[in-house]
């Protein structure tokens, strides 16, 4: 199964490849790892895709705590959150295509943020799903080159039932 | 900058950080990134610096040390080859969980990245194999790291900890001030363990009819040895150990049922395999003590404290964990049980199973055998030595030979199987323990793989014995040849090529023996512990083809144990 793990990290020199060197010396899998600074400048936070059994998870998550330099480790699966990931996607256009793609591109809710004679790039976020499906689309005109950011991840905020104001008419 | 302020060098700070840590013996070899240091060396005088041969050495040193006195060892070495030849002791540290701290020189910081001359990235290098390690980039860091070095080695889960020291930090001055206490928000490991927990497997080992303790090295390193005595002897609980564990609880004790595992006794195999509550204290279900994972104490309830977390559920899912240090988490244990409980039965058959099948080995055909010498020698030290063990079948038989009574006593490569640990650890440990024998033994393989560090022990004068068990074969890949590779002894046979022991030990200037006697054992055994202003060295020349039984191989559960050499005909 595929888990989404947040990780708070120190952000220090080789913080990232103890995390990585973790990874493949205990060979987990990792589907994607992004990494960046938090609102404090001397932490980062990674956001870990990786897929496993439940034991191999419960693994990954004591592991990544057993790190010095890992502050916080939370396994956002099954919790409520918000994923996004971005990716720049480099289509072949011919006469006649170029609307269609362009109209794709609206439909994900893209923007078109490069064009030549031959290609056109498209800048799409949104949930991992959406790219996948949005590359989906796109694969038939020819995707000459893509580049995708890796998940980035944060728990959604507790809803607090907000207070209703009276109204004048009761 | 302001004249007024008193600065030190990165040097000094280095040594004024080691005198703050109690640090009394450091291991080294010196070269050219570190000779800064050395110059200061040559003047300091709280701390006695062990020159060593080879820096493989000095880690092995530095792990006996640490193992012996339960204090940090502390490594000392260039950089570049300095540096990676310490690698194979680090990563011994880190399997067996011993507190070490490894200062490695380093080319300056503008040379880093250049491929200068003896560099190499020790720190990507060890980062898998140490718990932490720092490099040095601001001279105005040295001491809160060296700090933290020795938290982090020495505290929760202990292992080792390097920290590379470009030339240029070891240079360079700023104010010394040495943090009294650290905070790492990343590192907080938990000591007590859960009341509820506790509590719970109180009240299952208490309904207990078939309960038994697994006792690991974490017992010996939270110092838990007398927590454990109690706790057992209270409740009349069968003990059995891992080969880190031996000592924690006294093998001359009955209640003691010896080593568990691929080579461990038939009845502390045989009641792992039927009991009903397995409490293990401080052990990690390693694969040679487990054998096939499903068949591992198959009908048990098993309880497992460690105090890291990342052991529990690891290799065997186990019903009731306990995160804590193993020390108060069996004294809490103990406090909740009162009475002790009825095992008769119980004890009637582990006593069965030990009648069953004893340890034995050929004692009437004249020939000499380790076993005996093991035996001699837990016979004449009482049970009450050091003993340095290297890795391979005298490193079994030592576990089924020699009556361990206290914790500590019993120093080897358990989870990295290092050949050439004996040796120096042994040399580590003479630097530590003063009141009592240091014995190395080693086969004629391991032996040869760091004897260049005889000459650290006779220089220094340190009363160790060396012990050679000399069978002219790579013993234990010998048996698994003989056993498991249709008796194709490849290249483990050194009957033409080891060279002769007694002029080795010669040349480093000790006093050497040799026999392949056995009427002749006792009289060079009390000969060599007559000897205490120097060391010794003795080979024994012992049967080539024995083999060490019991065996269950590996990935196998108890029901394929092997008790003895199969008889060819029964093989027809």
Not at chain 1, 63 to 78: A, E, F, S, Y
Not at chain 2, 118 to 146: C, S, W, Y
Not at chain 2, 318 to 326: Q, R, S, T
Not at chain 2, 378 to 386: C, P, R
């Amino acid at each position: 199964m595929k888990h989404t793990i947040s990780v708070l990290v120190e952000n220090q020199f080789g913080t990232f490849n103890r995390v990585v060197t973790m990874f493949s010396g205990k060979g987990f899998n990792v589907q994607s790892i992004s990494i960046g600074e938090t609102e404090t400048p001397e932490i980062s936070r990674m956001t870990l895709v990786t897929t496993g059994e439940d034991k191999i998870i419960e693994q990954v998550v004591k592991q990544l705590n057993r790190l010095i330099d890992t502050i916080k480790v939370v396994d956002l699966t099954g919790q409520s959150r918000i994923e996004r990931e971005l990716a720049l996607i480099t289509v072949f256009y011919q006469r006649g295509t170029r609307a269609e793609i362009t109209n794709v591109c609206n439909i994900f809710r893209g923007n078109v943020v490069d064009i030549n004679n031959k290609t056109i790039t498209l800048e799409v976020t949104g949930p991992p799903d959406k790219i996948d499906a949005a590359i989906n689309v796109l694969e038939p005109y020819g995707i000459k080159e893509m580049a995708r950011s890796g998940t980035v991840a944060l728990k959604r905020g507790e809803q607090l039932k907000a207070e209703k104001k009276e109204t004048l008419l009761t | 900058m302001k004249s007024n302020k008193h600065l030190l060098s990165g040097a000094d700070i280095f040594f004024e950080c080691l005198r703050k840590e109690k640090v009394d013996t450091i291991f080294g070899y010196p070269g050219g990134a570190v000779l800064k240091l050395y110059e200061k060396l040559y003047d300091v005088d709280f701390l006695q610096h062990v020159l060593v041969r080879h820096e493989q050495g000095a880690t092995h040193m530095a792990e006996g040390y640490a193992k012996a006195t339960g204090k940090v060892g502390v490594v000392l070495v260039t950089s570049g080859p300095g540096a990676t030849n310490t690698v194979t002791g680090i990563a011994d540290a880190y399997m067996d969980s011993v507190p070490i701290v490894i200062f490695t020189g380093q080319v300056p910081t503008h040379l880093i990245g250049n491929d200068a001359f003896q560099e190499a990235d020790i720190v990507g290098i060890t980062r898998p194999i140490t718990k932490h390690n720092f490099l040095v980039r601001d001279v105005k860091e040295l001491a809160a790291t060296i700090k933290k070095a020795f938290y982090i080695a020495s505290t929760g889960r202990p292992g080792p900890v390097l920290v590379d020291l470009p030339k240029d930090m070891i240079a360079a001055e700023c104010e010394f001030e040495y943090p009294e206490k650290i905070e790492l928000r990343g590192y907080k490991p938990t000591f007590l363990g859960h009341q509820n927990q506790i509590k719970k497997a109180a009240d299952v080992i208490k309904n207990s009819k078939r309960p038994l303790l697994y006792v690991g090295g974490g017992v010996i390193m939270s110092n838990g040895h007398r927590e454990l005595r109690l706790f057992a002897k209270e409740n009349n609980l069968p003990v059995t150990m891992t080969l880190q564990g031996l000592g924690s609880f006294p093998m001359s004790d009955p209640q003691s049922l010896g080593m568990l595992g691929m080579h461990g006794t038939y009845w502390a195999n045989q009641a792992v395999n039927n009991c009903d509550v397995l409490v293990s204290l401080g052990a990690r279900f390693d694969d040679r003590v487990t054998g096939k994972i499903d068949q591992f104490a198959p009908s048990a309830f098993k309880i497992h404290v460690d105090i890291d977390p990342t052991c529990i559920d690891k290799n065997v899912i186990v019903d009731l964990p306990i995160v804590g240090d193993v020390k108060h988490v069996i004294a809490e244990l103990a406090s909740e049980l009162s009475e002790p409980l009825q095992l008769d039965d119980w004890w009637a058959q582990i006593n069965a199973w030990r009648e069953e099948c004893p340890l034995h080995y050929e004692k009437h055909d004249g020939r000499l055998r380790s076993e005996f010498v093991i035996e001699k020698i837990s016979e004449k030290t009482k049970g009450e030595a050091v003993i340095v063990t290297d890795v391979g079948q005298h490193q079994m038989w030592v576990t089924q030979y020699y009556q361990f009574n206290n914790p500590r006593s019993h120093l080897s490569s358990g989870g990295l199987g290092t050949m050439g640990f004996s040796v120096p650890a042994s040399i580590g440990a003479a630097f530590g323990i003063k009141d009592r024998p240091i014995i190395s033994i080693s086969g004629d393989g391991g032996f040869q793989m760091n004897m260049q560090e005889l000459i650290t022990a006779a220089y220094y004068k340190l009363p160790i014995k060396f012990i050679i068990l000399n069978n002219s074969f790579l013993g234990m890949v010998r048996q698994w040849q003989e056993l498991f590779h249709a008796e194709k002894f490849s290249f483990t046979d050194l009957s033409d090529s080891n060279p002769d022991f007694v002029k080795v030990g010669e040349a480093f200037g000790l006093k050497s023996f040799s026999t392949d006697k056995p009427g002749q054992v006792d009289s060079l055994l009390d000969e060599a512990f007559s000897i205490n202003d120097g060391p010794v060295l003795i080979e024994f020349k012992v049967v080539k083809e024995d083999m060490v039984f019991p065996i269950i191989p590996a990935g196998k559960s108890i029901k394929e144990i092997m008790t003895k050499r199969l008889d060819p005909k029964e093989m027809v």
